[in-house]
């Protein structure tokens, strides 16, 4: 198996459907064989990938999902998002992309298929502004894998001449501002530090802040709230 070929990558468990890989981390809880990453189907028999990864994040928030889906757009990816995946990642991801993205929720960053980042998170963004829809019944069964914990996104404001002026955002500082927003243009640790000219941990040092200061879990959350304020715009 492609994951269990990297030395630093161990399959501990996989699940035909939602309903096992729930059980599989319940059963799991005070053991060595709590998984740190999950890579979760979303259409499955008895409970879909939205209802699993909530109860998993329920039952043991450190646990990362990555989300996988066919569809660069899905809408359970979308649901999967709110539901606190802490990424999305396409099933014909290159194989280093996945293991890589498996690394990256591990460290505690998040992941958001590259090319699709801008159309999802306007679609999420978007969604926010009315009643969050249930997640359709399941359509096939598919393995699942294990990646975060959930807030929902909330009403989409108006459009502001200065998005800084939110409220949201005045606790944030200067150098805390300009990170944040590259955040939100999905640029990386490293990107971030060449663009700024910032070592790898005051990059890291200002994300944590930023996070705590904003109440988001994670990086995907982070990104949201950038869209949310009109910070990054489409």
Do not use: C
């Not at 989300?67 to 990816?77: G, H, I, K, N, P």
């Not at 929720?105 to 980042?117: F, K, L, N, Y």
């Not at 679609?123 to 009315?130: E, F, P």
């Amino acid at each position: 198996m492609l994951v269990d070929s990297q030395p630093d990558l161990t399959v501990i468990g996989e699940a035909g459907d939602g309903q096992e890989a729930v059980d599989f981390v319940a059963a799991a809880l005070g053991t060595d064989r709590v998984p740190d990453v999950v890579l979760m189907d979303v259409r499955m028999p008895r409970l879909n990938g939205i209802e699993a990864t909530q109860a998993i994040l329920a039952a043991h928030s450190q646990t990362k999902v990555i989300v996988l889906t066919t569809f660069d757009l899905d809408e359970y990816a979308l649901d999967g998002i709110r539901a606190g995946a802490s990424g999305f990642l396409l099933k014909d991801a290159r194989p280093e992309e996945l293991l890589e993205a498996i690394r990256t929720v591990a460290r505690g960053d998040a992941v958001i298929a590259p090319s699709t980042t801008r159309r999802l998170l306007d679609h999420l963004i978007a969604d926010s502004s009315n009643d969050d829809a249930a997640p359709a019944d399941a359509a096939h069964a598919s393995p699942t894998g294990v990646a975060g914990n959930a807030t929902s996104p909330g009403q989409v404001p108006a459009a502001a001449s200065n998005p800084w002026e939110n409220p949201r955002l005045a606790s944030l500082t200067a150098r805390e501002r300009e990170v944040f927003e590259l955040v939100g243009r999905g640029l990386s640790n490293a990107e971030i530090m060449s663009e700024l000219f910032l070592s790898e941990p005051t990059v890291k040092t200002h994300v944590s802040h930023i996070l705590a200061k904003l109440g988001a879990r994670d990086r995907v959350q982070a990104v949201v709230i950038t869209y949310e304020t009109g910070v990054v715009t489409a």
